[in-house]
Each structure stands twice: as structure tokens, then as C-alpha cells.
């Protein structure tokens, strides 16, 4: 039986869990579809592609995540102070802003933590910085893309 490896096109269901068992995310949510990424091309968290690797059509497993594999470790460094009055009317704590940087037209989401004496703390680390994450996988179906490719090269030599 085949199995996953780099390259391949995976379409994965998945629930994604914190350690105390809360549900962060979840391609089986009502109205959601099973995940499709291509594999070696950072479009998952690595851990999260890690786990796919030597999986098979049908397959069902439980990976657990470190958050170095994951969004990354909690930086203290990437909470910054901003003046109140650079923020939009009505900001309160806990609120997620969505920012655009200088560094492309990606916008960033941020969270304020506080707000005191006219200077808010800024939160730019990921919601899930710092976190072990455990995902419930099950390979839906995969492509290695060998066939198109045998096909391709057949019709050029003809």
C-alpha cells in the first residue's frame, strides 16, 4: 500500500485540540471541508506535516504537536507598547485588531492586553504561540502525482 511522503497532495480531516482537551479548530465543523495541502511546501505547521508522513488512505491517528513544531515558542518580545490614540475608537482589552505591516499586504491579527495611562501592550505572537497541540488526523485521500507525471511524459514522446 502507498503511503505518504513529501510532495504528495493530502486531503486530511482533523481536529485540532489544546492540552485541557478544548477544541481549537476542526475540518468537521458543519459547513467545513477536509483540509488539501501539498506537502514540502510550508503550507502546514511542520509538525502537522510531520504527522502525515507514512500515512495512507483510510489511516487514523493522534499526533501530539510541541509548539516548536507548531506557531512557535511564546516571545515576550513581540508584545509592544502603542499609544491608545494611535488605535481605533472603542479598543478594549482582549480585542483582536487586524493590523497591515510594512513587510507585505498580509494583514496581521493582534490582540490587545491591556490598556493604561494612554499606552496599550500590543500582542503580536500567534493565538496559539506556546501551545502543545494534539490533532486527531484522517487521511481522506493523497496523490503523489506520479501518474499525471508518467502520462505527461508519455505524450511528449509521441
Same mark, same amino acid.
Given at each position: ?22 477544541? =481549537? ?6 459547513? #467545513?471541508? +477536509? ?10 505547521? +511542520?509538525? =502537522?506535516?510531520? $504527522? ?5 488512505? $483510510? ?10 513544531? &507548531?506557531? $512557535? ?17 472603542? @479598543? ?9 505591516? +510594512?513587510? $507585505?499586504?498580509?494583514?496581521?491579527? @493582534? ?9 496599550? !501592550?500590543?500582542?503580536?505572537? !500567534?493565538?496559539?504561540?506556546?501551545? #502543545? ?8 485521500? =493523497? ?5 499525471? &507525471? ?5 505524450? #511528449?514522446?509521441?
Amino acid at each position: 500500500m502507498k503511503s505518504i511522503k513529501n510532495g504528495d497532495t493530502v486531503t486530511v480531516n482533523y481536529t485540532g485540540k489544546l492540552e485541557d482537551g478544548s477544541v =481549537f479548530d476542526s475540518s468537521l465543523t458543519e459547513g #467545513r471541508e +477536509p483540509l488539501t495541502a501539498k506537502l514540502g511546501e510550508q503550507q502546514l505547521i +511542520p509538525g =502537522f506535516e510531520a $504527522g502525515l508522513i507514512g500515512m495512507s488512505d $483510510g489511516d487514523k491517528k493522534t499526533i501530539t504537536i510541541e509548539s516548536a513544531d &507548531a506557531y $512557535g515558542d511564546y516571545n515576550d518580545k513581540m508584545v509592544i507598547e502603542v499609544p491608545i490614540n494611535h488605535l481605533p475608537d472603542g @479598543v478594549q482589552e482582549g480585542m483582536t485588531l487586524q493590523v497591515n505591516t +510594512p513587510y $507585505g499586504p498580509q494583514p496581521v491579527h @493582534v490582540k490587545v492586553l491591556d490598556k493604561e495611562k494612554g499606552i496599550a !501592550h500590543i500582542d503580536h505572537n !500567534h493565538p496559539l504561540a506556546g501551545q #502543545r497541540l494534539i490533532f486527531d488526523l484522517e487521511v481522506v485521500s =493523497f496523490d503523489s502525482g506520479i501518474e499525471e &507525471a508518467v502520462i505527461i511524459s508519455e505524450t #511528449r514522446e509521441n
